[in-house]
């Protein structure tokens, strides 16, 4: 079955590391996007990418970096520059134009 | 800018009694409308969508929502809770034409009563 896959499910950083989250989609999908949300503040763009090799700031990129080398991947690395990483991270991609798909998230957490 | 809000942070109903769920979208051209839901721990599922034509857009699990122009509302229906609808609702607006990226509200918590 088509879809994405976002791991890990939680993970742990220390103060001063770099972490990265993964996400990956067999859904052919030409777009991604990487939220973050909190509570009670709904979802905030971080990072998306409409083609391999681009991708544009969202809301609140700063803290963070992304890649897409590939079609199916889009990582997302939570710098040390990021003061406040803890929070569930939510993974997207876009087929059609308003055919979104969200995977299942990642929790970090600072410890 | 856009903006999406969702009055109500936490909404508890009894199982089996209506449920109305608000959302109100700022003033956009075109409004391209979702509703999204989420349990504990997961990632959104889409309830419905409305795009233009019938104001009133049926979705899935037995929800409907109905776009008022002139209230700028999405507001987000279900006649008869089931406890298995508790979770989070997120109503959304896309930001642009070109369908990138939504704004989305900050939700609401549903608790169910047995």
């Known amino acids: 079955d088509g879809g994405i896959t976002q791991s890990p499910k939680y993970l742990f950083r220390k103060e001063g590391q770099n972490v990265t989250l993964s996400c990956e989609q067999n859904?052919?999908?030409?777009?991604m996007y990487w939220y973050r949300q909190d509570p009670g503040q709904g979802l905030r763009l971080i990072y998306y990418?409409?083609?391999?090799?681009?991708?544009q700031k969202g809301d609140i990129a700063e803290g963070y970096s992304v890649s897409r080398e590939k079609k199916e991947s889009f990582p997302l690395t939570v710098t040390s520059a990021q003061k406040n990483p803890t929070a569930f991270y939510l993974c997207?991609?876009?087929?059609?134009?308003?055919?979104?798909?969200f995977g299942s998230g990642t929790r970090l957490t600072v410890v | 800018a856009q903006s999406v809000t969702q009055p109500d942070i936490h909404i508890t109903v009894s199982e089996g009694a209506s449920l109305e769920l608000r959302c109100n979208y700022s003033?956009?051209?075109?409004?391209?409308l979702f509703w999204y839901v989420q349990s504990p721990g997961q990632g959104l599922q889409l309830l419905l969508k409305?795009?233009?034509?019938?104001?009133l857009v049926q979705g899935i699990k037995g929800f409907e929502a109905e776009f008022k122009r002139s209230q700028s509302s999405f507001n987000l229906r279900k006649p008869s809770v089931h406890w298995s609808d508790a979770a989070e609702y997120f109503c959304?607006?896309?930001?642009?034409?070109?369908?990138?990226?939504?704004?989305f509200g900050p939700g609401t918590r549903l608790s169910v009563l047995p």
């Open positions: 997207a991609s876009r087929g059609t134009v308003y055919g979104y798909t």
């Open positions: 859904l052919n999908h030409d777009a």
């Open positions: 990418s409409q083609i391999v090799n681009d991708f």
């Open positions: 003033y956009g051209a075109t409004p391209y």
């Open positions: 409305y795009f233009s034509g019938d104001t």
């Open positions: 959304a607006d896309l930001r642009d034409n070109y369908g990138q990226n939504f704004v």
